[in-house]
């Protein structure tokens, strides 16, 4: 199947600081990415869908201005977590669909993102 | 909240035992996915059923689909200790490649 990577595998940072988080699409392109939030022993939550060359779809409930969001190319995507806070620890994860039409996706294998 | 629920929430069994997990959804689906989790790391796609499919074989993976009673089941036979992982059912809906995540089942296998 193909391959989405994530950069970095973890970080940590100190509260106040900003995160940029890269999910990259290694063998196909991707003109769509979504990105995840998952809390310990929880499901994954769709925090926005990536387009590429146009704005982000925020879901309801996620800050935009926190959480900013560029598509740079067919297969790069990055979150800038703004200004990180302690509560915004957490596992985030991207994914891009297939291009089977059954919205089967591949997904990154996460970054660990500590605020301290 | 869209997402569905799954039972049971955390399982432990004997390797060479069955595991079966259950996934419940609220909505209409065009399909329906199982997503394997090994703990600290991304998603691995394991079974896709579609809405006018019963039921689907992949190795030791069984998969049904009931969409009159929104719900779907995954059957791991003779289960390995390589199997403890936490399972994801996933819907999809309409256009847009979106996928709701279930709650998730955390299996355990034991040697």
């Known amino acids: 199947g193909a391959v989405v990577s994530q950069h970095p595998s973890w970080v940590i940072c100190k509260s106040g600081t900003s995160v940029k988080i890269e999910c990259r699409s290694l063998?196909?392109?991707?003109?769509?990415m979504f990105w995840y939030r998952q809390f310990p022993k929880q499901s994954l939550m769709l925090m926005a869908t990536?387009?590429?060359?146009?704005?982000?779809?925020?879901e309801q409930g996620v800050e935009k201005d926190k959480f900013l969001i560029n598509h740079a190319s067919l297969t790069l995507s990055t979150l800038t977590v703004t200004s990180a806070h302690p509560e915004d620890s957490s596992f985030y994860i991207c994914?891009?669909?297939?291009?089977?039409?059954?919205?089967?996706?591949?997904f990154g294998p996460g970054t660990r993102l500590t605020v301290l | 909240s869209q997402q569905g629920e799954e039972d049971p929430q955390a399982l432990s069994i004997q390797e060479g035992e069955n595991a079966t997990m259950n996934c419940s959804y609220k909505?209409?689906?065009?399909?329906l996915q199982w997503y394997r989790q090994n703990s600290g790391r991304g998603l691995v796609h394991l079974i896709l059923?579609?809405?006018?499919?019963r039921e689907k074989h992949s190795g030791r993976l069984r998969v049904t689909l009931d969409t009159s009673k929104k719900s779907s089941s995954l059957l791991i036979t003779a289960s390995r200790a390589a199997d403890t992982a936490s399972y994801f059912c996933?819907?999809?809906?309409?256009?847009?490649?979106?996928?709701?995540f279930g709650t998730g089942t955390q299996l355990k296998v034991e040697l």
């Open positions: 909505t209409s689906i065009n399909n």
């Open positions: 063998d196909f392109q991707a003109t769509t």
């Open positions: 990536s387009n590429e060359g146009s704005k982000a779809t925020y």
């Open positions: 059923i579609r809405s006018n499919e």
């Open positions: 996933a819907t999809g809906t309409g256009g847009g490649n979106k996928l709701t």
């Open positions: 994914s891009a669909p297939s291009d089977s039409g059954d919205n089967e996706q591949f």
